[in-house]
């Protein structure tokens, strides 16, 4: 097996919560947003992470580009743990590694015309380019993504949210980096524009092999574009295993529930399939539950999971649960 | 289907704009909205008239500030009273020095203590702000609590010590006014940066590695400069304010220079003597001055700020 591009093992982010009334010295609340999550990306594979809002997704991003303190190790190719290399030597990765994010609009700093948001990656990390060099480069790239050049000295209000999120990834692409991080890429947008947003990526991907870290807030959206997917509930890792079988063989309670909401295109199965609702609400991640933190609202929890917290182990279908398995029958009905 | 029309459009597109269009900038979008705000236009308008005034005023005055008329000695309250015939286009003051020249002299004045408190507050607290507010975190703390306690302290009681202590020089009303007006500005605009700080095109700047200084200078503050031009504005009119009160304590600028607030100062005292004019015209252009600059800085805060409407 060949090396992958990027692996993560054990990464961990705690934020310190200071409440406005604090003392100075009263010590901060930890908010653990990030626990033990590990996992690998191949080249030009995409990885999807899945999980309900405010379970980490973006915060483990963040932790990838640093721009958040983490702990643990992110070995990029093989050789370098991006976590340890100090600010200087980490800005070399910064082009390799580039992300788009999940609100196009606010992603562009509405005082810079397009071509100076485009270009800003470029100048930044080839400032041996002449002027010239960068504005081809440029004008390339947005002709791949689909923007007409003569929308370059225009400024990001002036653009349709699917516009802007092209521009997003022309920045993004402009320093050819090696992984797209897409941070819910098209949860902002119209449906029938966030077709055309992940057709634009996947072919993106095709021609320039990029390796994607693709995250979404249902499994729906990964379900195209994933190789391998990723599921994240408060922080940690439920279940991840390669696509096929995730979607047919789930084995984590979570991941079944997740997979119960997935609108299947066939009426007839439709009709047939079950929902199964998450009872109760998302527990605070301040406080989060003892042992298995998913037992709140498991359908199948037992005794044993208040004590023991499952681990995900290290197999290709890695599922954090002490008792998995298909749905029952008892589950479904 | 959908590529089709977007092959159309894109065609649409082209076929009516064959140049790189010129795109709408915010600031181009403000300008169309101040310029439609007739209150701003009229404010603009009136601070013209007020600067063409101190600029070349002296131009048209036929007496110097410092000369003293010996024909309307003695008798001011009826010789000294505005004509053309003399010369004396607003009057004398008590002394019978020409109040057009001295009233030039005080516009300058007033006019130069509001342009540089201003100045030195935009300069001095956007610098310091936005350093609070994007490093944030102790260095944060630590610079605003500093802030803090020089709030604390009764300026005024301050400024009136400086001036007292170092002698009444323009020098020193200078820097006792510079150093109170950039605290509440670096406040604003610590503020300010603080909710930049987290919005996502800051985020993927840092993330691209642009080094800290360039995020400050190319995203934080021209997203601030609306907010600084509306207070700079705003905060013009507060420092002559602030140098008039002084100077009618008798603590501004010292004679032969003169300000607005010290030409008040006189004419209120010879008022009882019946020479309204030596209390009217400076007024008319100190209520002139201070107008002015407040409606621009309304007219400049609802067009950069179209949230509101
Ligand atoms: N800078 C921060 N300081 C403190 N807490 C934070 C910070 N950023 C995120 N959090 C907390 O960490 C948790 C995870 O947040 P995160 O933004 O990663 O969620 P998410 O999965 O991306 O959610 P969404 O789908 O809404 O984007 C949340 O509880 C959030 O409140
Ligand atoms: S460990 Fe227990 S509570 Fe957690 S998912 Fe499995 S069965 Fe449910
Ligand atoms: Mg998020």
New binding site residues.
Partial sequence: MSTPLLSARDVNVR?G?TRPGDMPWTKPRR?H?VNGVSFDIMPGQTLGVV?E????????ARALIRT?PATGQVIWEGREDLLALSPRKMLAYRSDIQMIF?DPLASLNPRMTLGQIISEPLRTHRPDLSRDEVRTRVARIMDRVGLLPQMINRYPHEFSGGQCQRIGIARALAVEPKLLICD?PVSALDVSIQAQVVELLQELQRDLNLAILFIA?DLSVVKHISDEVMVLYL?RVMEAAPKERLYTDPQHPYTQALMSAVPVPDPKIERTKTIIPLSGDLPS?MSPPSGCVFRTRCPRAQADCAETVPAPGTDVHRCACLHPGPLSAEEVA | MVANQHKMEALADRLSEEDPVAGRSLWADARRRFFANRAAVAGLGILLVVALFAAFGGLIAQWSNEELDYAVMGAIATEGAPSLSNGHYFGTDDLGRDLFARTVQGTQVSLMVGLVGALVAVVVGTIYGATAGYVGGRVDSVMMRAVDILMAIPYMFVLILILVMYGRSMTALFVGLGLISWLEMSRIVRGQTLSLKNREFIEAARATGVPAVTIIRRHVVPNLLGVIAVYATLLVPLMILTESFISFLGLGVQEPLTSLGALISEGAGTIAYGTIWQLGFPLLFFCLTLFGFFFVGDGLRDALDPKDR
């Fill in positions: 934020f919560i908010l947003a999980g809002s405010g379970c980490g997704k973006s915060t483990l958040v999940q819910e807030h922080g991640p």
